[in-house]
């Protein structure tokens, strides 16, 4: 009997000891991708294949795109948020991932998509036109937080649904007024039209911009701004 006892005792013991180690695995486990918080140093995954595609093709990369987030892609990141405005530390949180077009909580890139989130190559043609026209002295970024701003404005119940209801409403762009969007745009304008569609948003949603040097309305200096790139302010 008392044999008996001591081998349920033992029993006992090794099943709380197995629930403790389980508990402890479960506990020291790294979460999954899809509810990844920040992306750093040492993470891995489709996530970090996204962001070094999207640094690769915009001039930020150099290394292999290989789900893996060494040194150089940390110095990549580091890159893009000193050139963005952004808090240079070298960490993929909330304002970097939206900068780059990324959900943090998903394993998939917010903003790119195979058959270009539905625009035709017209309407790319047409934005990068307008890019052209707006924006073509100003730096990459810039460019591309022009043609961001028009793609805002579709998405956005205020505005026209489509990209040419954007830039063709009255008053609305400077070139269409003076006959600039008639010029055709460079390669680079192409590239930033297209880097729009993909999810590339530098302005953070912002659904205006103006060069403040040359602006005349009262009304766009009263928008909030969120960031200046180049010559121009970009506002809510």
């Not at 001591?6 to 790294?30: D, F, K, P, Q, Y």
């Not at 002295?137 to 505005?159: D, H, I, M, Q």
């Not at 070139?175 to 590239?191: R, Y």
């Not at 039209?193 to 911009?209: H, K, M």
């Given at each position: 009997m008392k044999k008996y006892a001591i081998r349920i005792t033992a029993v006992l013991l090794l099943i709380v000891t197995l629930s403790v180690c389980i508990v402890g695995i479960s506990l020291n486990s790294e979460e999954p991708a899809y509810a990844a918080?920040?992306?750093?140093?040492?993470?891995?995954?489709?996530?970090?294949?996204?962001?070094?595609?999207?640094?690769?093709?915009?001039?930020?990369?150099?290394?292999?795109?290989?789900?893996?987030?060494?040194?150089?892609?940390?110095?990549?990141?580091?890159?893009?948020?000193?050139?963005?405005?952004?808090?240079?530390?070298?960490?993929i949180g909330t304002k970097t991932a939206a900068a780059l077009g990324i959900n943090l909580n998903s394993n998939t890139s917010s903003g790119t998509s195979s058959s270009n989130g539905g625009y035709t190559s017209s309407d790319?043609?047409?934005?990068?036109?307008?890019?052209?026209?707006?924006?073509r002295g100003e730096p990459y970024t810039g460019?591309?937080?022009?043609?961001?701003?028009?793609l805002n404005r579709v998405k956005s119940s205020s505005f026209p649904n489509t990209i040419s209801g954007v830039v063709y409403q009255p008053y609305a762009?400077?070139?269409?007024?003076?006959?600039?969007?008639?010029?055709?745009?460079?390669?680079?304008?192409k590239k930033a039209a297209q880097d729009a569609i993909n999810g590339w948003d530098p302005t953070y949603g912002c659904l205006y911009y103006y060069n403040p040097a040359v602006a005349t309305s009262a009304w766009i200096f009263s928008r909030p701004t969120v960031i200046t790139i180049g010559n121009h302010v970009f506002a809510k």
């Amino acid at each position: 009997m008392k044999k008996y006892a001591i081998r349920i005792t033992a029993v006992l013991l090794l099943i709380v000891t197995l629930s403790v180690c389980i508990v402890g695995i479960s506990l020291n486990s790294e979460e999954p991708a899809y509810a990844a918080t920040v992306l750093k140093q040492g993470s891995t995954g489709t996530l970090v294949t996204t962001v070094q595609t999207k640094l690769k093709r915009w001039g930020y990369y150099t290394g292999n795109i290989d789900g893996i987030f060494g040194s150089k892609t940390k110095s990549a990141v580091l890159y893009f948020q000193r050139k963005n405005g952004l808090v240079a530390d070298g960490i993929i949180g909330t304002k970097t991932a939206a900068a780059l077009g990324i959900n943090l909580n998903s394993n998939t890139s917010s903003g790119t998509s195979s058959s270009n989130g539905g625009y035709t190559s017209s309407d790319i043609y047409l934005l990068a036109k307008v890019v052209y026209a707006e924006a073509r002295g100003e730096p990459y970024t810039g460019k591309v937080a022009v043609a961001a701003v028009v793609l805002n404005r579709v998405k956005s119940s205020s505005f026209p649904n489509t990209i040419s209801g954007v830039v063709y409403q009255p008053y609305a762009f400077t070139a269409v007024s003076d006959g600039q969007i008639n010029l055709t745009p460079n390669e680079e304008c192409k590239k930033a039209a297209q880097d729009a569609i993909n999810g590339w948003d530098p302005t953070y949603g912002c659904l205006y911009y103006y060069n403040p040097a040359v602006a005349t309305s009262a009304w766009i200096f009263s928008r909030p701004t969120v960031i200046t790139i180049g010559n121009h302010v970009f506002a809510k």
